[in-house]
Nanobody, 127 residues
Framework: QEQVVESGGGLVQTGDSLRLSCTTS????????MGWFRQAPGKERESVAV???????AYGDSVKGRFTISRDNAKNILYLQMNNLKPEDTAVYYC?????????????????????WGQGTQVTVPS
């Protein structure tokens, strides 16, 4: 069973930066479509940033220009660099992986596209 593990969450102030990391236990992330999702209390899980195996990316409208998804294939780590954090970014952030190929990058923003999920890491930005 594939394990996906996130790390790097924490309590930060408005305007601060934070970098989340994600790794997988069995398959290399270079062979996987990867995504970051988040879920705030009382809200549905939403796509934050996704990246295909060839490096194409897509971002949620609320994080464009502030968040960056990237991967270090040599270290088998996926990152989410989050800058200029806001209280509305407070959520549990999940990393997800899929070995399936989707022609439309928008498919990678969908929860159903992913087979493997991490347990989540909390990011809190007090108002």
């Amino acid at each position: 069973q594939e394990q996906v593990v996130e790390s790097g969450g924490g309590l930060v102030q408005t305007g601060d930066s934070l970098r989340l990391s994600c790794t997988t236990s069995r398959r290399e992330i270079r062979n996987s479509g990867m995504g970051w999702f988040r879920q705030a209390p009382g809200k549905e899980r939403e796509s934050v940033a996704v990246q295909t195996t060839v490096g194409s990316t897509a971002y949620g409208d609320s994080v464009k220009g502030r968040f960056t998804i990237s991967r270090d294939n040599a270290k088998n780590i996926l990152y989410l660099q989050m800058n200029n954090l806001k209280p509305e970014d407070t959520a549990v952030y999940y990393c997800a992986a899929t070995l399936k190929y989707y022609r439309d990058i928008n498919d990678y923003t969908q929860i159903w596209a992913y087979s493997y999920w991490g347990q989540g890491t909390q990011v809190t930005v007090p108002s």
